[in-house]
């Protein structure tokens, strides 16, 4: 448990650093990849699209000049020919004609590295406020949040319920439970319910935790904060994802007479889970996908498409799963 809170602290700290510039204060200039870069590392994204457009040409026409091996060794007139036969394409065409007229690669991506710049401490407390005041601060934090809980309680339960449901497949202890007076949905949804609950009792003290450290920062920056923003990620995005890891170990055990089969199976399931798909530009979950990814930086997070289709297939499917363990424990039973 202390692994997990830590872990997550690591991963959600930088967020916490999150507030509005002060006056004379000096923007954080931290050592980061510009891929990752967020408003708390005095990055914010750029809102107008003919400066964006205007930067990435200049970059493009200097490119074309450099004199040096990265560049093309054009003459300023030949650059500007270059930038006049492309002003009037868009950003993917303009790339495209490019590559193939003047082996000049990966120009698109020149304009991505332009979706976001070093904001000044006005343009940085003008986009917190803005953001601000269409959801409040643990909305946000709280996707985060539930982005990386998810994926720390897959792992969490994926080992520990392989320890909670192997005492009942010991040979003894499974032949004996065969005898007792109990019904198959009694002792199958017993064993599920068992291992959620632990689950879920994790899950909730990570909640208070990690809603406690958001209230502090809003409270200190200013920030509007919902408490009903944790609850209601953790049992839209998190609690599915339990119950059918839960299932999944049940109708293993019931199959094999051991759970830890399930072991492997869930940790590849869990990588798969990890790697959303993309079609142009929108982030999509995967079927069946037993974790729910937040991608985007901290002010532009959003769920993945399909999560929600995704989270009643999970529920679906766990009962499912539930109907046939007991079927097999049915036909397994000693009278």
Not at 74 to 91: G, L, P, W, Y
Not at 174 to 198: D, N, R
Not at 221 to 250: E, R
Request: hydrophobic share 45%.
């Amino acid at each position: 448990m202390i692994i997990i809170v830590a872990s997550m602290y690591q991963c959600l700290s930088s967020y916490l650093q999150i507030h509005y510039i002060k006056q004379n204060e000096q923007i954080t200039q931290n050592d980061v990849a510009l891929e990752d870069a967020d408003v708390m590392d005095g990055y914010i994204p750029t809102s107008d699209d003919k400066e964006r457009r205007r930067e990435w040409e200049d970059t493009i026409k200097e490119t074309l000049m450099d004199t040096s091996k990265n560049g093309f060794g054009f003459s300023r007139q030949e650059a500007d020919h270059v930038m006049k036969e492309i002003q009037n394409m868009d950003v993917k065409t303009a790339s495209e004609f490019l590559e193939s007229q003047y082996g000049y690669y990966n120009a698109i991506y020149a304009y991505e590295d332009l979706e976001i710049h070093k904001g000044t401490a006005e343009e940085i407390n003008h986009y917190i406020e803005r953001k601000l005041s269409e959801h409040s601060f643990s909305w946000y934090f709280a996707k985060k949040f539930t982005d990386f809980a998810g994926l720390h309680m897959a792992f969490f339960a994926t080992v520990l319920l392989s320890f909670l449901f192997i005492q009942d497949t010991r040979k003894n202890t499974y032949e004996l439970l065969h005898t007792k007076p109990v019904t198959a949905i009694q002792y199958i949804c017993g064993k599920v319910i068992s291992g959620f609950i632990s689950m879920f009792g994790v899950l909730v003290i990570l909640n208070v935790i990690f809603f406690m450290l958001c209230l502090k920062t809003s409270i200190e920056s200013g920030f509007p904060v919902t408490p009903i923003d944790f609850c209601v990620n953790s049992l839209i995005y998190i609690v599915p994802n339990l119950l059918m890891i839960c299932c999944v170990y049940t109708i293993t055990a019931e199959i094999f007479n051991n759970p830890l089969p399930a072991a492997p199976i869930l940790f590849l399931h869990i990588i798969y889970s990890n790697m959303l798909t993309m079609k142009n530009d929108i982030y999509y979950m995967r079927p069946f996908s037993i974790m729910v990814r937040f991608p985007g930086r901290f002010f532009e997070t959003h769920v993945a498409k399909m999560s929600n289709i995704n989270q009643i297939i999970l529920v679906i499917s766990s009962v499912i799963l539930v109907c046939i363990s007991v079927t097999i424990w049915k036909r397994r039973r000693v009278h």
